[in-house]
């Protein structure tokens, strides 16, 4: 990759009291971008609520609480611009990831640093599974079909699938779970994929996994059916990645590239691939210290990329690069 320019930038002063985790990111206007996350004293307290901000990427503005719904967990926020210019937020809220309710809300308004949401509301009422994105964003396929990446975190077995709208996400069909032989993928299993569609129709996933690699799928019919998991050369220690496909086809993927279960998550890097994720090289280690930096978010913009990541539990970072 031939990368002009490479900047990264604290959203943020260090949190002095409680974390923050699990951001997201999206392109509002060329220079302008929505970040959010979940913040409150520990992940999985009660006070944890989805935090968010915008800005141009250098200057933020002071960021605020955006949804806090209920007195339990919320959790992984994921910011999304429908068909019809709509900027969506889901998000997780529950007591733990087995319980995990999907909600999902509009903006209203933006401006003079505050940000307004509409009323959120579940987006699938009455679901005995988490649905919609997990963690990382939905993507339009050519035909207009919208998948989202799914995941079911239980308390024994792990496993993913999509959500597949044909109507823009107005409804939702879940996807059955990708087949998974346990004995070949050994601990929990996978969850919270990253999607994305090589040639019409063509649409692949990398999931995280409990078995020290990440692990991928593949599907030859927008997302309706999936080849069963198979494990990748690429390292996993049991933690968040994603996934973003250029203007050009290349694939830029964002982890933490250690090869043990519940490892290390440092350091913390990108990879480029040239041939729809079948290999791939190094281009930046956004952190290579001790400490957590991890779960990130990466999307395509144009002339370039651009991501957040947890930086140590106590801020967001935000990176950009141009091409």
């Given at each position: 990759?031939n990368?002009?320019?490479f900047?990264?930038t604290?959203?943020f002063?260090p949190?002095?009291?409680?974390?923050?985790?699990?951001?997201?990111?999206?392109?509002v206007?060329?220079?302008?971008?929505?970040?959010?996350w979940f913040?409150?004293a520990?992940?999985?307290?009660?006070?944890?609520?989805?935090w968010g901000?915008?800005?141009?990427?250098e200057?933020w503005?002071?960021?605020?609480r955006?949804?806090?719904?209920?007195?339990?967990p919320h959790?992984n926020?994921?910011?999304f611009?429908?068909y019809e210019n709509?900027?969506c937020l889901?998000?997780?809220?529950?007591s733990?990831?087995?319980?995990?309710?999907?909600?999902?809300t509009?903006?209203?308004?933006?401006g003079r640093?505050?940000?307004?949401w509409?009323?959120a509301?579940?987006?699938i009422?009455g679901?005995?599974?988490?649905?919609g994105?997990?963690?990382n964003?939905?993507i339009?396929?050519y035909n207009?079909i919208l998948?989202?990446?799914a995941?079911i975190?239980?308390e024994?077995?792990w496993d993913v699938?999509v959500?597949?709208?044909?109507d823009?996400?107005?409804?939702?069909?879940a996807?059955?779970?990708?087949?998974?032989?346990?004995?070949e993928?050994n601990?929990?299993g996978?969850?919270?994929?990253?999607l994305?569609?090589?040639?019409?129709g063509?649409?692949h996933?990398?999931?995280r996994?409990?078995c020290?690699?990440?692990?991928?799928s593949?599907?030859?019919?927008?997302?309706i059916?999936?080849?069963p998991?198979?494990?990748?050369?690429l390292?996993?220690?049991n933690?968040?990645i994603d996934?973003a496909k250029g203007?050009?086809g290349?694939l830029l993927l964002a982890l933490?590239p250690v090869n043990?279960?519940w490892?290390?998550?440092?350091?913390l890097?990108?990879?480029i691939?040239?041939d729809?994720?079948?290999?791939?090289?190094?281009?930046?280690e956004l952190?290579?210290?001790?400490?957590?930096?991890?779960?990130?978010?990466v999307i395509?913009i144009?002339g370039g990329?651009v991501g957040t990541?947890?930086?140590?539990?106590?801020?967001?970072?935000?990176w950009?690069?141009?091409?």
């Amino acid at each position: 990759m031939n990368i002009k320019s490479f900047s990264k930038t604290m959203i943020f002063s260090p949190m002095l009291n409680g974390e923050c985790h699990a951001s997201t990111v999206l392109q509002v206007q060329k220079k302008l971008f929505m970040v959010a996350w979940f913040a409150g004293a520990k992940e999985g307290n009660n006070d944890v609520a989805i935090w968010g901000t915008y800005g141009d990427g250098e200057n933020w503005a002071t960021p605020q609480r955006w949804e806090k719904i209920s007195d339990i967990p919320h959790w992984n926020p994921v910011l999304f611009r429908s068909y019809e210019n709509i900027i969506c937020l889901f998000f997780k809220v529950g007591s733990n990831c087995s319980e995990w309710v999907t909600y999902v809300t509009e903006l209203k308004k933006m401006g003079r640093g505050e940000v307004l949401w509409a009323p959120a509301k579940e987006l699938i009422p009455g679901s005995k599974i988490p649905r919609g994105p997990v963690k990382n964003k939905p993507i339009f396929l050519y035909n207009g079909i919208l998948l989202a990446p799914a995941s079911i975190e239980g308390e024994k077995h792990w496993d993913v699938f999509v959500d597949i709208s044909f109507d823009g996400g107005i409804s939702w069909t879940a996807s059955k779970t990708v087949p998974i032989d346990r004995k070949e993928i050994n601990g929990e299993g996978v969850i919270q994929p990253a999607l994305w569609e090589s040639t019409p129709g063509n649409v692949h996933m990398l999931a995280r996994s409990s078995c020290g690699y990440l692990c991928r799928s593949d599907s030859n019919n927008c997302g309706i059916s999936w080849s069963p998991i198979y494990k990748t050369d690429l390292p996993n220690n049991n933690s968040g990645i994603d996934i973003a496909k250029g203007n050009d086809g290349r694939l830029l993927l964002a982890l933490n590239p250690v090869n043990i279960n519940w490892g290390p998550r440092t350091p913390l890097v990108l990879m480029i691939s040239n041939d729809n994720g079948l290999s791939w090289q190094n281009v930046i280690e956004l952190e290579t210290e001790n400490g957590e930096f991890s779960y990130p978010a990466v999307i395509n913009i144009n002339g370039g990329f651009v991501g957040t990541y947890t930086w140590k539990r106590k801020s967001i970072i935000f990176w950009k690069i141009e091409t």
